[in-house]
């Protein structure tokens, strides 16, 4: 089965928001077995959403359209809905009655025609009602295809794809069984992984499927199998991730069902009950927020110095003014500094330290731009490694945060 996924909102097309709908639609059907065909996002324009559905008509077998089911002007779907299904709008009293609820209830205001308006819906849709928000759900079919239109605020439309959409696809539909597999490997790039799996890859069944899906510092694995009967296909899936494991054990840190790599170093602290700081440069504190994203931070990390400037590491981490001179604000040496001093200030078991060249500029050094030195210190040593990261900035940064994370990683793993 085939889906496409619009959204509907200049504010997309014009980078005001962020479309996380899609990803979100598109994750839902996957695990139900219903493969997204193409993601498409289009204008309020009435003419534009015609055009989009007919084109797309008998094409798939269900669009999910989110956005334009507003109270206001601009929001011209359900209309455009009704002009494609030539269809009539009609009162729904159940829709109605819960955005009466919601506006005089929740919302504590009078409710006014707008509002009422939301409650107009196709006469032959099935209505998806909406507990979390005033716009209802819209399921129309026609000929071969299935359309549905959602509002387009997140929570609301993650609402409405729980507990309305899935459970009628499942029930009218049967699915074939999608299973994937994503193995989350740090420290070498692609190409390189990709000529050490090649034989591996060669041989896969022809069932399975495997996708690199690369970021800075990191390399995903998603290995994507499909079929009919579901238990064959765990069966595979788990004998070839073990061929795969014996490959590249050694940079392999984790599964992408189960914790990112700042989520596994936060949980081998807390089993070896260590703590973490962490005095960053270039990073401007990054590595912090990382850290602090995961629930449960504060039992083993005590906290940062962002020292972006010279002054800073100076007065404040207390590094030597002779040895900036003599080596550089981007050096090692400095970098190991960097790591013991804030273990120290800091009372911690172990830290990590960042000082670099992330450009556009080379600031007080004469380093290569995309040149970084990370540095850990550990309860008995401190290491540093020095990368080239290249350029542009944005790649450098994301680049350090996970390569000093992946060197705590490393080191608590072989402990």
Known sequence: MKATIITIGDEILIGQIIDTNSTHIAKTLDKIGIQTHEIISISDDKQHILDTLQKLQNKVDIVIITGGLGPTKDDVTKK?????????????????????????????????QTNKDQALVPSRALVLHNAVGTA???????????????????????????????PNLISKF?????????????????????DRIESFENNLPSFIKLAYLPSPGRVRLRLTARGTNEQVLKDEMDRQVEKLEKIISDIIVGYEDDEPIEAIVGKLLTEKKYTLSTAESFTGGKIASVITSVSGASNYFKGSIVSYATEVKENILQIEKQLIEQKSVVSAEVAIQMAEQVKKILKTDFS????????????????????VFIAI????????????????REKVVNRAVNKGLEMVFKYLRNQ
């Not at 002009?83 to 409710?111: A, G, M």
């Not at 069984?177 to 490997?185: A, G």
Request: contains cysteine; aromatic residues 10%; negative net charge.
């Open 80 to 112: 455009t809905f009704c002009e494609y299904f030539n269809d009539t709008l009609v009162q729904n009293d159940e829709v109605l009655e819960n955005v009466t609820y919601l506006i005089n209830k929740v919302l504590k205001r009078s409710l006014n």
């Open 136 to 166: 209802p759900g819209m399921w129309m079919e026609h000929e071969k295809t299935i359309f549905v239109s959602l509002p387009g605020v997140p929570y609301e439309m993650k609402y409405l794809m729980e507990k309305r959409v899935i």
């Open 174 to 194: 049967e699915r074939p069984f999608i299973i994937h597999k994503t193995i989350l490997t740090y420290g070498e790039g692609e190409s390189v992984i990709a």
């Open 352 to 371: 990590i330290a960042t000082t670099g060249v992330a450009g556009p500029n080379k600031g007080e050094t004469e380093a290569e731009i995309g040149t």
């Open 377 to 392: 210190a550990t309860p008995t040593e401190t290491l540093c490694e020095e990368h080239y990261f290249g350029q542009p």
